[in-house]
């Protein structure tokens, strides 16, 4: 029985790695993949396992580990040097003391292999196949977003989410941003679920609830990064609790797949339009004292955003373009 394995930080899991680890199953009985997590890194080694346990989740000769361990004691570094290699093949002999095979992308693969007196396979070291690293897509997460696998993407989906209370341009501003953007974009689903603002039930809101949920999760495995949301559960809380009184009990995960990055919140100091199926003008403004009243009690920063239409679009395109500038340095500082 061949024993083989792989390491490497995963920071982030990229489709060069999981062709290297295809490779690597292609070769062995058995593959034992160590994800490597120094104390100086912010994304903790439960994440980067599943992200992996996820990708290969229906192969079952397979197991993913973990391994902590303190910069000041074990150098981290991508650097093939003989000495590096040297120090943590000292380590991989304890953590594998029965294994016969190495399988890498890197050169310094077959210093480790030699240290611990293993075969040593290497994979697209020219990185051929898949042109990225884990290093560009730190660098550059846009250019390189369809290099991530979709067990990966939403951890890194910039959600944007754009709130307020009826009448207020949400669903035309979302539908804007995402073409300037030319990203992805969750509509209100309550739109097409409650057709009409002064007629549903409570369960409805349950089921408004679970579906926005679950397209907002397809949207954070698109081909942008960016995802513009329009509404989310808050708003559908404030909702029951304006309708009905009562509170709207969601799962975790639901709550989870809302977090967002950014709230914009549109102020009602636009003139009202009734289509038929919204609230009165009255109600409507009442709502939107519901609104900031959730959000405030679940605290929920968000940013005040008014003015004509246009002065909407430019102060939402700016609030945006500040959070992606900076998001790189919130994941990999």
Same mark, same amino acid.
């Given at each position: 029985?061949?024993?083989?394995?792989?390491?490497?930080?995963?920071?982030?899991?990229?489709?060069?790695?999981?062709?290297?680890?295809?490779?690597?199953?292609?070769?062995?009985?058995?593959?034992?993949?160590?994800?490597?997590?120094?104390?100086?890194?912010?994304?903790?080694?439960?994440?980067?396992?599943?992200?992996?346990?996820?990708?290969?989740?229906?192969?079952?000769?397979?197991?993913?580990?973990?391994?902590?361990?303190?910069?000041?004691?074990?150098?981290?570094?991508?650097?093939?040097?003989?000495?590096?290699?040297?120090?943590?093949?000292?380590?991989?002999?304890?953590?594998?003391?029965?294994?016969?095979?190495?399988?890498?992308?890197?050169?310094?693969?077959?210093?480790?292999?030699?240290?611990?007196?293993?075969?040593?396979?290497?994979?697209?070291?020219?990185?051929?196949?898949?042109?990225?690293?884990?290093?560009?897509?730190?660098?550059?997460?846009?250019?390189?977003?369809?290099?991530?696998?979709?067990?990966?993407?939403?951890?890194?989906?910039?959600?944007?989410?754009?709130?307020?209370?009826?009448?207020?341009?949400? +669903?035309? #501003?979302? %539908?804007?941003?995402?073409?300037?953007? $030319?990203? /992805?974009?969750?509509?209100?689903?309550?739109? &097409?679920? !409650?057709?009409?603002?002064?007629?549903?039930?409570?369960?409805?809101?349950?089921?408004?609830?679970?579906?926005?949920?679950?397209?907002?999760?397809?949207?954070?495995?698109?081909?942008?990064?960016?995802?513009?949301?329009?509404?989310?559960?808050?708003?559908?809380?404030?909702?029951?609790?304006?309708?009905?009184?009562?509170?709207?009990?969601?799962?975790?995960?639901?709550?989870?797949?809302?977090?967002?990055?950014?709230?914009?919140?549109?102020?009602?100091?636009?003139?009202?339009?009734?289509?038929? +199926?919204? #609230?009165? %003008?009255?109600?409507?403004?009442?709502? $939107?004292? /519901?609104?900031?009243?959730?959000?405030?009690? &679940?605290? !929920?920063?968000?940013?005040?955003?008014?003015?004509?239409?246009?002065?909407?679009?430019?102060?939402?395109?700016?609030?945006?373009?500040?959070?992606?500038?900076?998001?790189?340095?919130?994941?990999?500082?």
């Amino acid at each position: 029985m061949i024993k083989a394995f792989v390491f490497g930080k995963f920071l982030p899991f990229h489709k060069g790695h999981e062709a290297m680890i295809n490779f690597a199953l292609s070769k062995c009985d058995y593959l034992s993949i160590l994800v490597c997590c120094s104390d100086k890194e912010n994304i903790s080694d439960s994440v980067r396992k599943n992200w992996i346990e996820q990708t290969f989740n229906s192969k079952k000769n397979i197991e993913v580990k973990t391994f902590n361990y303190n910069e000041s004691k074990l150098p981290n570094t991508s650097e093939t040097s003989k000495n590096v290699s040297e120090i943590w093949a000292t380590v991989f002999k304890e953590l594998y003391p029965d294994y016969s095979l190495l399988i890498t992308s890197e050169r310094y693969g077959n210093f480790v292999a030699e240290y611990m007196n293993i075969q040593h396979l290497a994979f697209d070291i020219s990185k051929k196949t898949f042109p990225v690293s884990a290093t560009v897509i730190r660098n550059n997460l846009f250019a390189n977003w369809q290099f991530l696998p979709d067990s990966v993407k939403p951890y890194f989906a910039i959600k944007v989410v754009i709130l307020g209370t009826e009448c207020t341009g949400k +669903t035309t #501003l979302t %539908e804007t941003l995402a073409r300037h953007y $030319d990203c /992805s974009l969750v509509l209100e689903v309550a739109r &097409d679920l !409650i057709p009409n603002s002064n007629d549903f039930t409570f369960d409805d809101l349950h089921l408004v609830a679970s579906e926005h949920s679950k397209k907002i999760k397809n949207a954070a495995i698109g081909d942008n990064p960016l995802v513009i949301i329009d509404t989310d559960i808050h708003i559908t809380k404030s909702y029951s609790k304006f309708t009905f009184g009562k509170e709207l009990n969601v799962s975790d995960a639901i709550y989870k797949m809302n977090e967002a990055n950014l709230y914009l919140y549109l102020n009602n100091d636009v003139e009202y339009f009734q289509d038929g +199926t919204r #609230l009165n %003008e009255a109600d409507r403004n009442l709502l $939107d004292i /519901s609104h900031r009243q959730v959000l405030q009690d &679940d605290n !929920i920063e968000i940013i005040e955003v008014t003015g004509n239409w246009q002065d909407r679009f430019e102060k939402a395109v700016e609030q945006i373009n500040k959070l992606t500038t900076l998001y790189g340095k919130k994941h990999w500082a």
